[in-house]
Antibody, heavy 120, light 107 residues
Framework: QVQLVESGGGVVQPGMSLRLSCAAS????????MHWVRQAPGKGLEWVAV????????YYADSVKGRFTISRDNSKSTLYLPMSGLRAEDTAVYFC?????????????WGRGTLVTVSS | SYVLTQPPSVSVAPGQTARITCGGN??????VHWYQQKPGQAPVLVIY???DRPSGIPERISGSNSGNTATLTISRVEAGDEADYYC??????????FGTGTKVTVL
């Protein structure tokens, strides 16, 4: 069955960096677009970024553009989200999610998320 | 940027029908997806492409989309349907957009 397991969250100070990972299994990772979505405590879902199945296309929410970089290693079935210049408003649970075969489809499977807390 | 507006909350008695709206400019021209999220859990896709159900989602959950409003309908509501529900679309200018979310309470 499809499994997505996020890791790398933690507590960091404002301005610092962190890298999230998402290990995928149970499906052919290299044929699906992959997303990051976040949810601040008590708030709604906010889409963060998507990368196409082959890594050739990537798109970001305006709120993270220039600070976050989505990447993937299809040989390891792993998605990454290096984050820099972190701000208090980046505090959230970060989910990785499997998209469709293109970057515009629905998010069919989600991981349980990893918590990032940005605080001094 | 493209905005999707949902009512903050909907209350419904067991066995009745819950309707959750998602408003957006000409949303009828887009494909709408719906997610259910229970407390402390990851979201689950319950409707995609306006009215298609992933495997395992009961037939009493359905969707529609026309004009400026998409609607998620849950018939014969059960206690287990209590959750937050989010609509979502892909927009050429805004990429992926989630609605503001609706908390469904089963009375």
């Amino acid at each position: 069955q499809v499994q997505l397991v996020e890791s790398g969250g933690g507590v960091v100070q404002p301005g610092m960096s962190l890298r999230l990972s998402c290990a995928a299994s149970g499906f052919r990772f290299s044929t699906y677009a992959m997303h990051w979505v976040r949810q601040a405590p008590g708030k709604g879902l906010e889409w963060v970024a998507v990368m196409s199945f082959d890594g050739s296309n990537k798109y970001y929410a305006d709120s993270v553009k220039g600070r976050f970089t989505i990447s993937r290693d299809n040989s390891k079935s792993t998605l990454y989200l290096p984050m820099s210049g972190l701000r208090a408003e980046d505090t959230a649970v970060y989910f990785c999610a499997r998209g469709g075969h293109d970057t515009s489809g629905p998010l069919g499977y989600w991981g349980r998320g990893t918590l990032v807390t940005v605080s001094s | 940027s493209y905005v999707l507006t949902q009512p903050p909350s909907v209350s419904v008695a067991p066995g009745q029908t819950a309707r959750i709206t998602c408003g957006g400019n000409n949303i009828g021209s887009k494909s709408v997806h719906w997610y259910q999220q229970k407390p402390g859990q990851a979201p689950v896709l319950v409707i995609y492409n306006d009215n298609d159900r992933p495997s395992g989602i009961p037939e009493r959950i359905s969707g529609s989309n026309s004009g400026n409003t998409a609607t998620l309908t849950i018939s014969r509501v059960e206690a287990g349907d209590e959750a937050d529900y989010y609509c979502q679309v892909w927009d050429t200018n805004s990429d992926h957009v989630f609605g503001t979310g609706t908390k469904v309470t089963v009375l």
